[in-house]
């Protein structure tokens, strides 16, 4: 059955201001080296007097200073972490670690979070080691903006989300991978810079169609010896690398240090991601797994000024084709 | 009595050390080290006392690469004489206690062996790093563990430079073995680089046990016969051994600032040991243009994008390659 809302085209605001963020994982190198050089272009944009107004302005922030002159995930605590409205809106204390007083500064910034001052659209850089590729992951399934940006979207859960992306209207983290913490590999760098480009081309663009998207299911840990805590079998090599490659049940999933294989033992066939993710070991986490469908998306365009009046007076009127 | 000319005498190896963790995010070595501990079964050979040992247990907790100062760059002469106990740097204080266990350095009570297990972020595969040009033990181990594998892979990286050799944590021993295998992340856990460093570690262990006791089993025997290999007599004939002596260390290009410009070009990244000629490209510029190689000759690189070298300045080593001439050894 064709449902009726996709035959409505979908009138949302446009969309003037763009944040670019890297380095919120300060040893995530893509994405830092990406923003400096986007930020000499702008300089070198700026120093040559380019006055034509933009159709977008796009803010360029380098998340977590502290942690990339040092080279790390974070300094005291994960910034990517830090973005509830809880923790936006607590009270900061004198030994508040740094990355929450961050966290506020970046809230300032290209928020409010839930502000109509808030950016319209932050997009996240990462970087991950786990063999994914280029990867959009947003935390709604119904945010046409973030759905129309791109083809292929991993959606996590529905809870609130604690990360930096979730401070503008919309919202997105772009990651790449595999790529080790603390290098920076030519094609990873070249591919984010074209999906950033890509990216931001579409702003200027609707689109529509339908996206296959990922839903986040569970996390499986490494399996632990029980008295001491420590991992005590390694990602199965024939796992190892196949991110979204569907696994069913009874594929290998670990191989111990003494060269038994253990195998998934869910009912139901899902697809693997964040596989051997670095940072997520301390996390508890040796991969994801997620449910795949598709997603109908209806086209949609900017509002026109009158539209935009109209809504704001709360007539509530919408175009109907 | 010796069938060979310029033959070369040792001692036996009786005690040996394997290292894990010397840098605490290298992972596989810190996870073979600590089943070890367990359980050493694996690792026992008859006649040798084999020690397997957390070099950098603090950075090991912390996974991290080190706490104060680089480990492995810890065992110089001056470090290892300081005063200061505990004002010094850890990983300094750390050096002083592994030389009172292991060492001391350049002395005959000296571990025999050492045998430092790292991982890298390079395309290298399995890597064996030797010292001196002139250990004929070592050399005959690295010809040995070469044959065993065969047709994998492993190759032999001789640092000998005057300046850009360091002090590692393994040159406290009589004949310290570096084996470096990638690539993997810092932090994460391979399965299969870590079996590959578990495989050659056995080799090992297998050539020392047959230095000191001749083929003592009949597994060691089908060995050596797969391998065709001749050992008559307790005696190692002379063999030759190709390594990739370092040249040179290349910095990425940088500003005035010191900032990184640059990235390892897409053609050079993941080729480790390939040949690197005059005007191929070697790096790429965050807006997009090539910078080409402009040395005098082909050139073999390695360590080509390792993670940790960032803040060592160095992008990737220049090596050539060289055949080495083993004596003949035998035990004394």
Request: glycine share 6%; net charge negative.
């Amino acid at each position: 059955m064709y449902s009726m809302t996709l035959h409505k085209v979908v009138c949302l605001p446009r969309l003037s201001r763009v944040a670019v963020c890297g380095g919120t994982h300060g040893n995530e190198l893509s994405g830092v080296y990406l923003v400096r050089e986007l930020l000499k272009e702008e300089k070198k944009a700026m120093e040559e007097e380019e006055e034509e107004e933009k159709p977008v302005s796009v803010v360029l922030v380098l998340s977590n200073p502290w942690a990339i002159q040092q080279c790390r995930r974070y300094v005291k605590t994960d910034l990517n972490r830090c973005f509830t409205h809880a923790s936006l809106n607590g009270p900061l204390s004198d030994s508040a670690p740094y990355e929450l007083i961050r966290s506020k500064e970046l809230n300032t910034l290209l928020g409010p979070k839930g502000s109509p001052e808030a950016v319209d659209l932050v997009c996240d850089l990462h970087n991950t080691t786990a063999n994914m590729g280029l990867c959009l992951i947003a935390y709604s399934d119904c945010d046409w903006i973030c759905l129309h940006t791109f083809k292929h979207l991993q959606a996590s859960t529905s809870k609130e989300s604690y990360s930096l992306d979730s401070v503008g209207k919309h919202g997105f983290a772009m990651e790449i991978g595999p790529q080790p913490h603390g290098v920076v590999r030519s094609n990873i760098y070249t591919a984010m810079k074209f999906g950033v480009q890509h990216m931001l081309d579409w702003v200027r663009f609707f689109n529509s169609g339908f996206v296959d998207v990922f839903t986040m299911v569970k996390h499986i840990d490494y399996p632990r010896d029980s008295e001491t805590h420590n991992i005590i079998a390694a990602i199965h090599p024939q796992l190892q690398d196949r991110d979204f490659c569907l696994l069913h049940p009874e594929d290998p999933l670990f191989q111990t240090f003494s060269g038994e294989t253990l195998r998934y033992k869910g009912k139901e066939p899902l697809y693997p991601f964040f596989i051997n993710e670095c940072a997520y070991y301390e996390k508890g986490i040796a991969l994801s797994l997620a449910r795949k469908r598709r997603v109908m998306i209806p086209a949609i365009r900017v509002q026109t000024e009158q539209e935009q009046q109209a809504s704001e007076q709360g007539f509530g009127s919408e175009e109907e084709e | 009595m010796s069938a060979y000319k310029n033959s070369v005498c040792f001692n036996e190896a009786r005690r040996v050390a394997i290292f894990g963790g010397t840098h605490g995010n290298e992972m596989s070595g810190v996870t073979l080290v600590n089943l070890w501990v367990k359980n050493s079964a694996e690792i026992q050979r008859k006649g040798v006392e084999t020690k397997p040992f957390i070099a950098n247990p603090k950075a090991v907790e912390k996974c991290t690469r080190y706490v104060d100062t680089d480990l492995n760059r810890a065992f110089s002469p001056e470090n290892l004489s300081a005063p200061g106990g505990d004002d010094l740097p850890y990983e300094v204080q750390r050096a002083q206690e592994i030389n009172r266990i292991f060492g001391p350095k350049g002395s005959p009570e000296a571990y025999d062996v050492i045998f430092d297990l790292h991982n890298t972020t390079s395309n290298m595969g399995c890597t064996l790093i030797l010292e001196s040009s002139k250990d004929h033990f070592n050399l005959q181990m690295m010809n040995y563990i070469k044959k065993a594998i065969t047709p994998a892979s492993c190759l032999v990286l001789l640092n000998e430079h005057p300046l850009l050799k360091y002090s590692t944590s393994r040159s406290v021993a009589k004949h310290p073995v570096g084996l470096e295998v990638g690539p993997q992340p810092q932090g994460v856990l391979r399965s299969n680089i870590f079996e590959a460093m578990r495989v050659i570690l056995k080799h090992a262990l297998d050539f020392i046990e047959l230095f000191n006791e001749g083929p003592v089993c009949n597994t060691l025997e089908t060995l050596l016969a797969e391998m065709e290999y001749k050992f008559i007599g307790m005696e190692f004939p002379p063999c030759t051994v190709e390594v990739f002596w370092v040249s040179e260390r290349i910095d990425y290009p940088r500003d005035a600032n010191g900032n990184i410009i640059a990235m390892v070009h897409p053609n050079l990244q993941d080729c480790d040991w390939e040949p690197l000629n005059p005007g191929d490209p070697m790096f790429q510029t965050f807006d997009g243009k090539t910078i080409h190689y402009q040395g005098s000759g082909t050139v073999y690189p390695t360590f080509i994008n390792e993670a940790a070298y960032y803040e060592k300045q160095q992008a990737f080593v220049t090596t050539r390659r060289e055949t080495l001439v083993a004596s003949a050894i035998r035990k004394a």
